[in-house]
């Protein structure tokens, strides 16, 4: 028995000894729950979340718990999902203990108290099981705001066959090269573009700007009159100038991501290269036709300086407990368990949406050292992800994400549309985002 199994059997029977919602910690009915109950005596803790294999998981966990069971249920994915959360923070009721989140939605949650910080229930003892940046991404000084579950490192997928046509022999290492590769391309091949910038993606161009050396939001979200906001700096201006001077020149094109008109250029060879994350695999191997005649290849993430790497992520999700938990030491307990085993992790990992944030499975040979058949019987985790998520120091996000998300978008549209200049652009978007944070009644520094 691991330790962290061994203090869950304990929280778990405090919670029956003192019979916390009679013979639940929070009262849900077993008949409602979407996984089976199979201990229908032992405390019962709510879970929302919508892995694609966390019905299972949680089967798993629940056969292998008479202490605890979990009440799990699928609300709907992120759009779905939040609105539902926070109407339930709002009347006061019908929050789950647990809740899946994306890391770069937590901090929204935060700054209003919705979310437990889980340092005062030891989760802090959990921290060297996990990577550096994956801790990071869920922690803002002392307070853990959820435990980490999956990330998302990312590097370049690129189509070595369309590469060879325009003369290239190796994917780029810097920005410069790729830069020098997408002009060339242009040059040779008749049909398609060497690569694309998707305006709609704007926490992916968060990445970006971070990884040029921009931090874009340093605050403690004890004290949110803490904010200093960072839109319209050297590095942000950097980033942006360098991908709309690539669409001015036509070496790249700025269709976005996740239509049907990306979809097929990814799918038909018209798209040489792709800036996405681990679970970018299953983006392109999801595509018909994708992978008939094409050979995919992931390469790391171009650097602006080779010397000094810098890797970033794209997505990633954590389990949160919700302030509404009954017995949010219990609570804790279930989220750092839920995905702790093996058999959970190879679960979620098979079922294709999961890059595991915890060293013993990024670590497991039989898993980074793995043949991907679609890639070229690659090894893409040992060769790409598993090293740039080692090297991922974590990121800071925004508490107003629902506001930053859209006029970061609305700017990188424009730019790329040729509609705006970049650095005016970005002064637009600073003082937007400023006077929006403002109107907040936080201060920002």
């Not at 019962?44 to 294999?53: F, K, Q």
């Not at 923070?89 to 108290?113: C, K």
């Not at 300086?305 to 810098?310: F, L």
Request: hydrophobic share 40%; proline share 5%; with cysteine.
């Amino acid at each position: 028995m691991t330790r962290w199994k061994m203090v869950l059997a304990a929280s778990a029977a405090a919670a029956l000894l003192l019979g916390t919602s009679g013979c639940s910690a929070t009262g849900a009915d077993p008949d409602s729950c979407t996984a089976p109950i199979v201990h229908r005596d032992a405390p019962r803790v709510t879970v929302w979340g919508w892995w694609n294999a966390m019905g299972d998981v949680v089967e798993q966990f629940n056969q292998a718990h008479d202490n605890v069971q979990v009440c799990w249920t699928n609300v709907g994915q992120s759009a779905d999902e939040y609105p539902k959360l926070r109407t339930a923070f709002a009347a006061q009721t019908g929050a789950p203990d647990i809740v899946m989140i994306e890391n770069e939605q937590l901090n929204s949650f935060a700054v209003n108290g919705s979310i437990l910080d889980l340092a005062p229930y030891g989760v802090s003892e959990a921290k060297a099981e996990f990577t550096e940046g994956a801790w990071q991404n869920v922690s803002v000084g002392d307070r853990v705001l959820a435990v980490p579950v999956d990330g998302g490192p990312v590097g370049l997928y690129y189509r070595a066959d369309l590469l060879a046509k325009a003369g290239i022999d190796a994917p780029p290492k810097t920005w410069e090269e790729y830069a020098e590769q997408a002009e060339q391309y242009r040059k040779t091949v008749k049909d398609g573009t060497y690569g694309n910038f998707s305006a709609n993606t704007p926490s992916l161009a968060l990445s970006l700007f971070q990884q040029a050396g921009n931090t874009a939001f340093s605050y403690d979200a004890k004290d949110p009159n803490a904010l200093r906001i960072s839109l319209d700096d050297k590095a942000t201006r950097k980033v942006t100038t360098y991908w709309h001077d690539l669409i001015e020149k036509g070496a790249v094109d700025h269709v976005d991501a996740f239509t049907t008109d990306n979809s097929t250029m990814l799918a038909s060879g018209l798209q040489a290269t792709y800036i996405g994350a681990s679970w970018g695999t299953g983006v392109l191997a999801g595509l018909a036709d994708a992978g008939s005649g094409a050979d995919w290849r992931v390469a790391p993430l171009p650097q602006w300086d080779t010397d000094n790497p810098v890797s970033v992520q794209w997505g990633g999700s954590s389990l949160a407990v919700t302030k509404q938990a009954a017995d949010p030491k219990l609570a804790t307990r279930v989220a750092l368990e839920l995905y702790g085993s093996e058999k959970a992790m190879d679960t979620e990992i098979a079922a294709g949406d999961l890059f595991p944030t915890r060293l013993d499975k990024l670590n497991d040979s039989a898993y980074a050292d793995k043949a991907w058949p679609f890639f070229g019987g690659q090894k893409i985790v040992a060769d790409v992800f598993a090293p740039a998520a080692a090297a991922f120091k974590g990121q800071t996000f925004s508490p107003f994400s629902g506001y930053l998300y859209p006029t970061v978008q609305e700017a990188l549209t424009a730019v790329a549309q040729g509609k705006a200049d970049p650095d005016k652009a970005l002064a637009g978007l600073q003082s937007d985002v400023v006077n929006y944070v403002e109107q907040q009644g936080v201060t920002v520094r």
